[in-house]
């Protein structure tokens, strides 16, 4: 029988988050995928894991995959790990998991720790919808088109950011969502957990004084759905309702059916806008 990957989350700061199926799959899988062995051998020494290891990181990730999968194929249990959380989420994990797939090796995933998830509740920002960047693009163009879009996003943004690139990240920040709340995390798990709930210019004055200390994740407001609508509408409002009206009947849209959305585009009732192509025939 061919053999099973395990996708094995590990502490991100505090060794007591480890599960016992983890520590289970880990002592029995035949081999262990570790982003960097220097430093998973102190957690498996430390839960007395004796299980041989191999290095699978984003420098070897592609031709290390065919390598794994070859060897699940000829029946081997490969267990993966990253330095901390859970592999594949911004993560060279998710290279190897879809080669996987392709060649019809099972996949399967022993939930636990993740950063974002962490930071995202601890973060007093709403919940219910988010979504996750995971590092801003090194390439500045790249970056700006990222940033871009990220202004238009009504759901909680989720970012990791290097201490040494903190403050040119909320810079930029800044330059293009504006002035949101945020929630800087530091050290979760840890003794020293640090949550810093401010504004991005608030931020922005402490780590101009203060040099900032370990990986960050910032959890960032979304743009209001209440503001969004505004900009939308006032959007409209510059357009004659003549050129609205054309704007949906282009795309098919029965008269009826594009007077009822020119009315909810411009938050005004359906009969106005009727009177208003009335008035314009006569």
Same mark, same amino acid.
């Given at each position: 029988? %061919?053999?099973?990957?395990?996708?094995?989350?590990?502490?991100?700061? =505090?060794?007591? /988050?480890?599960?016992?199926?983890?520590?289970?799959? #880990?002592?029995?899988?035949?081999?262990?995928?570790?982003? +960097?062995?220097? =430093?998973?051998?102190?957690?498996? =020494?430390?839960?007395?894991?004796?299980?041989?290891?191999?290095?699978?990181?984003?420098?070897?990730?592609?031709? *290390?995959?065919?390598?794994?999968?070859? *060897?699940?194929?000829?029946?081997?249990?490969?267990?993966?790990?990253? +330095?901390?959380?859970?592999?594949?989420?911004?993560?060279?994990?998710?290279?190897?998991?879809?080669?996987?797939?392709?060649?019809?090796?099972?996949?399967?995933?022993?939930?636990?720790?993740? %950063?974002?998830? @962490?930071?995202?509740?601890?973060?007093? #920002?709403?919940?219910?919808?988010?979504?996750?960047?995971?590092?801003?693009?090194? /390439?500045?163009?790249?970056?700006?088109? @990222?940033?871009?879009?990220?202004?238009?996003?009504?759901?909680?943004? !989720?970012?990791?950011?290097?201490?040494?690139?903190?403050?040119?990240?909320?810079?930029?920040?800044?330059? @293009?969502?504006? +002035?949101?709340?945020?929630? #800087?995390?530091?050290? #979760?798990?840890?003794?020293?957990?640090?949550?810093?709930?401010?504004?991005?210019?608030?931020?922005?004055?402490?780590?101009?004084?203060?040099?900032?200390?370990?990986?960050?994740?910032? @959890?960032?407001?979304?743009?209001?759905?209440?503001?969004?609508?505004?900009?939308?509408?006032?959007?409209?409002?510059? &357009?004659?309702?003549? +050129?609205? &009206?054309?704007?949906?009947?282009?795309?098919?849209?029965?008269?009826?059916?594009?007077?009822?959305?020119?009315?909810?585009?411009?938050?005004?009732?359906?009969?106005?806008?009727?009177?208003?192509?009335?008035?314009? !025939?006569?």
């Amino acid at each position: 029988m %061919a053999g099973v990957l395990y996708l094995c989350a590990t502490p991100i700061g =505090n060794l007591g /988050d480890m599960t016992p199926r983890v520590q289970e799959i #880990l002592s029995q899988a035949d081999l262990i995928a570790a982003e +960097d062995t220097r =430093n998973s051998i102190r957690l498996l =020494n430390h839960f007395s894991i004796r299980t041989p290891m191999t290095s699978y990181h984003e420098y070897n990730k592609v031709e *290390k995959a065919k390598e794994l999968i070859i *060897k699940m194929k000829e029946g081997m249990n490969i267990a993966l790990i990253t +330095d901390a959380g859970t592999p594949a989420i911004s993560d060279p994990g998710e290279v190897l998991v879809r080669m996987c797939h392709q060649e019809g090796v099972r996949v399967t995933s022993l939930p636990g720790p993740a %950063a974002l998830i @962490v930071a995202l509740t601890l973060s007093g #920002l709403a919940t219910r919808r988010f979504c996750f960047e995971g590092f801003l693009p090194s /390439d500045k163009k790249e970056k700006r088109l @990222v940033l871009e879009e990220l202004k238009e996003e009504s759901r909680t943004i !989720i970012l990791y950011e290097a201490p040494h690139h903190l403050t040119r990240t909320l810079e930029e920040l800044e330059q @293009v969502l504006g +002035d949101r709340k945020i929630t #800087l995390c530091r050290e #979760l798990t840890k003794k020293f957990e640090t949550v810093f709930p401010t504004t991005i210019r608030g931020a922005l004055t402490f780590y101009r004084e203060e040099e900032p200390r370990g990986e960050y994740v910032l @959890v960032v407001e979304g743009k209001s759905l209440q503001e969004k609508r505004k900009e939308e509408q006032a959007s409209w409002e510059e &357009m004659s309702i003549e +050129d609205h &009206m054309e704007f949906y009947e282009k795309q098919g849209m029965e008269h009826k059916e594009a007077m009822k959305q020119v009315a909810r585009d411009r938050g005004v009732g359906k009969r106005e806008i009727y009177q208003y192509l009335i008035s314009r !025939i006569d």
